[in-house]
């Protein structure tokens, strides 16, 4: 198989597995929107801004349609400014939605401004959804995707974690509670799931604002996305984040170990032909 070849195959297996493993792994708080909606449902759903749960109902079963090949291209406008919205559960989605057609420019580039989203589930998404185009350069989100996400204390006072050391979380899960004055608590939510591990400060009862307060270490789902995405867009210098994995590690299955391994083979094969792989702008 020539060098263009080989590189198309890679993509379109990525696409194809991409599609049926992140949807699971998207969805805000596990919803599942299964329930079928007409044409005129859909168009009215996609307004109603006031609703983003119901909005992710429309932009899944946008994805259901393109998955069996119909035409969809006329609700392509409102999923570019959808992905520019104030929810990022909606963003992210938006962003897997739109790695679905590597064929359109616009979603393409929509795509390089979301991945320096200030959302970190929103970078994640559009980082793995460049990889459909080609594109490597969200490849920097898809490394920190192999690292524990690291928790900062946004305002100072006193902290009380509400999840035990190790255990795991989900977006959104609260996992501390900072009392900023005698009559005003603040919450702190994960961001994306993982397990929790207090970063020094469960020692003490206060922090001040930017202080590292916890980690969240990454879910294997997550792992498994990004070992998949560099299995594309892998280079040389990532082996050792790589390759960490290709060992049996904790709260990791055999999957994982064999994906880092395949991973690690691909990008040294890789390596040796002249050359780049895929675009990086």
């Not at 006329?74 to 570019?80: A, G, H, N």
């Amino acid at each position: 198989m020539s060098k263009s070849g080989k590189q198309k195959h890679l993509l379109l297996m990525y696409g194809t597995v991409f599609l049926m493993v992140l949807v699971p792994y998207l969805f805000w708080k596990g919803v599942w929107f299964g329930s079928p909606l007409t044409d005129n449902e859909i168009e009215g759903i996609l307004h109603d801004a006031d609703k983003p749960r119901r909005i992710q109902h429309a932009l899944v079963q946008i994805s259901d349609r393109m998955s069996r090949g119909e035409s969809v291209q006329r609700w392509y406008p409102e999923i570019e400014r959808l992905s520019e919205g104030s929810v990022p559960e909606v963003r992210a989605l938006a962003a897997w939605l739109m790695g679905q057609d590597n064929e359109c420019s616009s979603f393409h580039l929509r795509l390089t401004s979301l991945v320096k989203d200030a959302d970190p589930l929103v970078r994640r998404n559009s980082a793995l959804a460049l990889v459909c185009f080609g594109d490597s350069q969200g490849k920097p989100e898809i490394m920190s995707m192999l690292r524990p996400y690291l928790l900062i204390a946004p305002q100072d006072g006193r902290i009380s974690f509400q999840v035990r050391e190790g255990e795991r979380v989900n977006t959104g899960t609260l996992v501390a509670r900072i009392q900023t004055r005698p009559d005003r608590t603040l919450d702190v939510h994960s961001p994306m799931p993982g397990f929790f591990s207090a970063a020094g400060v469960h020692n003490r009862n206060s922090v001040i604002p930017g202080e590292l307060i916890a980690l969240i270490s990454p879910s294997e789902p997550q792992v498994w996305e990004a070992l998949r995405a560099l299995f594309v867009v892998g280079e040389p210098e990532d082996l050792s984040e790589i390759e960490r994995f290709a060992g049996m590690m904790p709260q990791m299955s055999e999957r994982v170990r064999q994906q880092a391994v395949l991973t690690t083979k691909i990008i040294e094969e890789r390596s040796k032909l002249p050359g780049t792989p895929l675009q990086s702008q």
